[in-house]
């Protein structure tokens, strides 16, 4: 495959990369990022057939950029990986206008964008399109205000993509991610304390590494998922299902007879 893939020098991203260059099928890759050094240095690890492209995707001309990159190095496209995103953490009465236009362009616009831009290669190829959401796309979450929104935009982005390029042959999906050890969250991860109350939270009892998203976002990349289009995979051990308090069992009323 010739896949493109964003924020690529870290975390879920740099994992994609790997886990596809790992692969005995050969793959081309051009891996973008604001990161120089990163992307440099995963590009560095993968060896042959992988491309560094550093650029900053709340630019307007990213995607345009970003596919003429792609198609020098790789003379077409097969899949878009959209998965770089920033948080920006604030209650929304202390927000400003600058952030919610830094965080939507990065976490919503750059995808459009970018999709816009492949567009005519992804029909060319029958591709796949995927972009990385969140569980906070479909959960509100205290100070993530827009980081959700911006998220939950993205969903219905992908979806709307699904319907208007599936009779080209494009599917287009998103991978929501719980919580995830990444370079992204592991500060916060690195307290035991509070690394353990988010466990207790996830019926599985543990975060999620960022090979666990990798390989939903590399399942729907690829020819296993050739008849889904307009989906989203939650990959949050379950933690979506775990609204009710945790009792100990029941509700604590006797069973009626
Ligand atoms: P990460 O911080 O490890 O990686 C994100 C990458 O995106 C970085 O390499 C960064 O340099 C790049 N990036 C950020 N802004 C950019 C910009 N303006 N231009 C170009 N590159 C830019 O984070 P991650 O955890 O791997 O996150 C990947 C995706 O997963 C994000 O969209 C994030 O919102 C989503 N996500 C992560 C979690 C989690 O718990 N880690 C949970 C839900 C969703």
């Given at each position: 495959?010739?896949?493109?893939?964003?924020?690529?020098?870290?975390g879920?991203?740099?994992?994609?990369?790997?886990?596809?260059?790992?692969q005995?099928?050969p793959?081309?890759?051009?891996l973008?990022?604001?990161?120089?050094?990163?992307?440099?240095?995963?590009?560095?690890?993968?060896?042959?057939?992988?491309?560094?492209?550093?650029?900053?995707?709340?630019s307007?001309?990213?995607g345009?950029?970003?596919?003429?990159?792609a198609v020098?190095?790789?003379?077409?496209?097969?899949?878009?990986?959209?998965?770089?995103g920033?948080?920006?953490?604030?209650?929304?009465?202390?927000?400003t206008?600058?952030?919610?236009?830094?965080?939507?362009?990065?976490?919503?616009?750059?995808?459009w964008?970018?999709?816009?831009?492949?567009?005519?290669?992804?029909?060319q190829?029958?591709?796949?399109?995927?972009?990385?959401?969140?569980?906070?796309a479909?959960?509100?979450?205290?100070g993530?205000?827009?980081?959700?929104?911006?998220?939950?935009?993205l969903?219905?982005?992908?979806?709307?993509?699904?319907?208007?390029?599936?009779?080209?042959?494009?599917r287009?999906?998103?991978?929501?991610?719980?919580?995830?050890?990444?370079?992204m969250?592991?500060a916060?991860?690195?307290?035991?304390?509070?690394?353990a109350?988010?466990?207790?939270?996830?019926?599985?009892?543990?975060?999620?590494?960022?090979?666990d998203?990798?390989?939903a976002?590399?399942?729907?990349?690829?020819?296993?998922?050739?008849?889904?289009s307009?989906?989203?995979?939650?990959?949050d051990?379950?933690?979506?299902s775990?609204?009710?308090?945790?009792?100990?069992?029941?509700?604590?009323?006797?069973?009626?007879?």
């Open positions: 495959m010739r896949v493109v893939i964003t924020g690529a020098a870290s879920i991203g740099r994992a994609v990369a790997e886990l596809l260059a790992a005995d099928e793959h081309q890759m051009l973008t990022d604001r990161d120089e050094e990163g992307v440099n240095a995963v590009v560095a690890a993968i060896g042959a057939g992988a491309r560094a492209h550093v650029g900053d995707l709340s307007v001309d990213c345009r950029d970003i596919v003429a990159a020098d190095h790789m003379g077409g496209i097969d899949g878009v990986v959209s998965n770089a920033i948080i920006s953490s604030a209650p929304l009465v202390e927000q206008v600058d952030q919610f236009d830094r965080v939507y362009a990065i976490n919503t616009r750059a995808t964008l970018l999709g816009q831009a492949a567009q005519p290669y992804l029909a190829s029958r591709g796949a399109f995927v972009a990385t959401a969140s569980m906070s479909t959960q509100p979450t205290p993530l205000g827009f980081y959700s929104s911006s998220k939950a935009a969903l219905m982005l992908m979806r709307q993509c699904a319907l208007e390029w599936g009779p080209d042959g494009i287009c999906n998103t991978v929501s991610p719980g919580p995830t050890y990444t370079p969250t592991q916060g991860y690195d307290d035991p304390d509070r690394r109350q988010r466990e207790s939270m996830i019926p599985l009892g543990k975060l999620g590494m960022a090979e998203v990798a390989n976002i590399i399942f729907l990349l690829g020819p296993q998922a050739g008849h889904i307009g989906v989203d995979i939650l990959v051990g379950g933690m979506s775990n609204l009710m308090p945790a009792t100990g069992g029941g509700t604590g009323q006797k069973a009626s007879k």
